[in-house]
């Protein structure tokens, strides 16, 4: 048998690279980043499928090892060229992702040391660390001490918990399920419903609060839903506001709907998931007043942190409540869980084993500061204000309200023939350009152009090449 094992651990042991060879794979990959980051410019945003070979995807996983050289250059032609480029500071289309470069770093430590990040006695550093952050994120929003989050990989998963967590504090269960009312309004992300599918209560009544002329939901036709279903019999449980909407940025009136959610006890959540952050700059402050108030809140440091894809953090305002959804016991965790100096993000979360998200998070706001977080959110704000104001000045545009954070929607009125029609390829103009990326929306059945400005790389130059770039298509399109 020894024989045999030492005869594996040759071939086992290529599972460990030499220094050499690590080396040499990192200084490819950076190369490989580099030349990335160094490309772009000028911007390039937007590639139709079709330009790579998806043939090439029938790759065999083989038995002997291939060189990086050759995976890199597969990964550029294939993976990094089709489709929206996030790293593209002419991304204005749905919300932009970020990327910021600390957190690679972040990432990268955190692969290479793999800190068991799930449990606090495997790792009291990464544990500590990640609550840390969260107590940062609870304490921006003015959240009491008692309050405890989770880190997650984004605000699906976020207001999942959030949900979860609700149905388990309030007593939600098959017995009551068809008589619970959840308040949303027609801005709610859909994410929020998909998740109360998949926490078994798609059955709950759900009640849509109209909303204003700024698509801000209307507490007094809150409170007028929430008496009429308590006479009919029925049990309010939840209501669920916006903090800067998907398809117009709009704030719902958070304070008032705290005032309802107080005198008719329903859970508060608020999905902060895309606006939460711009809490940190002087424009974003007053407008998320009453954040403070809600039960729990969901926010996404890969929106308004600029991180890359998977950073999203759920905040309970009561910590118990979360862990009173997510404990768990099991036999062969009984040393773990015999230390419990700070609650660990598996008692917290559906997860167990995870990524060290913290990593990247902390080397962020640590190698950078706040300083310039906060005037990027500023300055992304009065970006989207300088691009509607410019583009108000078009002739026979539809503007959507002026926009309260990054996001607005607007159309043209062509001289003749449908304004859907013409407004769809206006954007299919755009896209071929690629240049830029915008998205559209659909507004009470209206196709509608929409801008948000989210890209820590969107600064005035891609802005006014987006305005040139619509300015020139237009033409294209009315002649
Ligand atoms: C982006 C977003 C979500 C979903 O978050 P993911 O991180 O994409 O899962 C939920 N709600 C709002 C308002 C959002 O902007």
Redesign the pocket.
């Known amino acids: 048998m020894i024989e045999k094992i030492l005869q594996l651990e040759k071939t086992a042991r290529q599972l460990e690279p030499s220094a050499e060879d690590r080396h040499l794979m990192f200084d490819k990959a950076q190369q490989y980043t580099e030349e990335f980051l160094n490309s772009l410019y000028p911007v390039h945003t937007y590639v139709a499928d079709g330009s790579g070979d998806n043939s090439d995807f029938n790759l065999r996983i083989n038995e002997t090892s291939s060189g990086i050289e050759e995976l890199l250059s597969f990964l550029k032609k294939n993976v990094d060229n089709p489709g929206i480029n996030p790293a593209s500071g002419g991304h204005l289309g749905y919300?932009p992702g970020g990327g910021i470069y600390p957190s690679s770093i972040g990432d990268y430590i955190a692969a290479v040391t793999n800190r068991y990040a799930g449990i606090f006695y495997a790792s009291p550093g990464a544990v500590r660390m990640e609550n840390s952050l969260l107590a940062w994120m609870a304490g921006i929003a003015g959240y009491p001490e008692t309050s405890g989050g989770n880190l997650t990989s984004?605000?699906?998963i976020s207001?999942l918990i959030a949900i979860v967590t609700a149905r388990e504090a309030c007593g939600v269960s098959v017995k009551n399920i068809e008589k619970s009312v959840i308040y949303l309004s027609s801005q709610t992300?859909h994410?929020f419903e998909k998740a109360l599918r998949i926490a078994g209560l798609k059955e709950c009544v759900k009640h849509y609060i109209p909303v204003d002329s700024k698509f801000r939901m209307v507490p007094e036709a809150l409170e007028d839903a929430v008496r009429r279903d308590v006479h009919a019999g029925l049990k309010p449980w939840m209501v669920v506001a916006?903090a800067?909407?998907?398809d117009t940025g709009a704030v719902d009136p958070l304070d008032n709907i705290a005032e309802v959610a107080l005198n008719y006890k329903l859970w508060y959540h608020i999905?902060a998931?895309?606006g939460g952050f711009f809490i940190l700059c002087e424009e974003g402050k007053n407008l998320l007043k009453g954040i403070e108030k809600s039960d729990s809140f969901i926010i996404?440091p890969?929106?308004g942190l600029f991180l890359p894809y998977g950073s999203?953090a759920v905040l309970v305002r009561d910590k118990s409540k979360l862990y009173d959804a997510h404990y768990y016991q099991a036999g062969y965790m009984q040393d773990a869980l015999a230390v419990n100096e700070e609650l660990s993000p598996a008692e917290l979360s559906p997860e167990l084993s995870k990524h060290f998200r913290g990593l990247r998070l902390w080397f962020a706001l640590k190698i950078i500061g706040l300083s310039p977080f906060r005037a990027a959110l500023e300055e992304k704000i009065l970006l989207a204000r300088y691009a509607y104001e410019k583009l108000s000045r078009f002739s026979n545009i539809e503007l959507g309200p002026y926009p309260d954070l990054s996001v607005f929607i607007f159309r043209f009125k062509p001289s003749k023939g449908s304004a859907d029609e013409f407004n769809r390829k206006l954007l299919e103009e755009i896209h071929k350009d690629g240049r830029i990326f915008i998205s559209s929306t659909m507004i009470n059945g209206k196709f509608m152009l929409r801008i948000a400005v989210m890209s820590f790389r969107t600064h005035l130059e891609e802005i006014n090449l987006m305005l040139d770039i619509i300015l020139e298509k237009l033409e294209v399109l009315e002649n």
Do not use: L, R
């Open positions: 919300i984004g605000g699906s207001n992300h994410s916006s800067g909407t998907t999905d998931a895309y996404d890969h929106k999203g």
